[in-house]
């Protein structure tokens, strides 16, 4: 079985602080995927990563920037974080036509 | 950028019934595949069915098919003999093999079943 995981379920930061919030999958996918999702907004791209070193904006990268040094890892990073992005954050994973696996997500709470 | 719609924010079905829950979808390709996803309560977002394109036949996982109407650009998840289990936020999800295998997903249909 594929396995995605990310590594808090849950976080609370303070506004200004840089945050960063890890996934990693075990299957070799190529693509990886960072979404943020809020209520009534479904999901919603942040960035996405075709391959090591590479990435790719979504629908909303403003605040956020990525980074995918080895294939299983992709982490997000937010430089300075805002009270408007406590949200849940998931990560996914696929290989280029198949199934999108996702992690357990991690609610982030910026106070 | 594809559009995906789920018009039904909440639906309810009482417990061995079935329920239909209702997405929609806007594309100018002929080639994609079509999901449905489950995120229970425990917020694990699940696959529950997925459909490609080219196919005419409707899938279908156990308890679960889908109607899929490629003309129209209807994707419906039917769930036969509901179980308190299938409590959870459903999401329709499109993937297109053009745009970069991005997936886009609608805003959700939370589905109570009542026992």
């Known amino acids: 079985d594929v396995k995605v995981t990310q590594s808090s379920r849950y976080l609370v930061k303070r506004t200004g602080e840089k945050v960063f919030l890890e996934c990693v999958q075990d299957?070799?996918?190529?693509?990886m995927f960072w979404y943020r999702q809020d209520p009534g907004l479904g999901l919603r791209l942040i960035y996405f990563?075709?391959?090591?070193?590479?990435?790719e904006k979504g629908d909303i990268p403003e605040g956020y920037s990525v980074s995918r040094e080895k294939k299983e890892r992709f982490s997000l990073i937010l430089e300075s974080a805002s009270t408007n992005q406590t949200s849940m954050y998931l990560c996914?994973?696929?290989?280029?036509?198949?199934?999108?696996?996702f992690g357990p997500g991690t609610r982030l709470t910026v106070l | 950028a594809q559009t995906v719609t789920q018009s039904q924010p909440e639906m309810s079905v009482q417990e061995a019934e079935t329920v239909t829950l209702s997405c929609t979808y806007d594309?100018?390709?002929?080639?994609?595949?079509l999901f449905w996803y489950k995120q229970p309560p425990s917020r694990q977002m699940i696959l529950v069915i997925r459909?490609?394109?080219?196919?005419?036949q409707n899938a279908t996982e156990n308890r679960f098919s889908v109607n899929f109407q490629k003309a129209a650009k209807s994707f419906s998840l039917k769930i036969s003999d509901s179980q308190l289990g299938d409590a959870a936020m459903y999401f329709c999800?499109?993937?297109?093999?053009?745009?970069?295998?991005?997936?886009?997903f609608g805003t959700g249909t939370s589905l109570t079943v009542i026992p």
């Open positions: 996914a994973s696929t290989l280029p036509r198949g199934t999108q696996y």
């Open positions: 299957m070799d996918h190529e693509n």
């Open positions: 990563s075709y391959d090591v070193k590479m990435k």
């Open positions: 594309t100018s390709e002929s080639d994609y595949y």
């Open positions: 459909q490609e394109a080219y196919k005419q």
């Open positions: 999800a499109y993937r297109s093999p053009l745009t970069g295998n991005q997936f886009y």
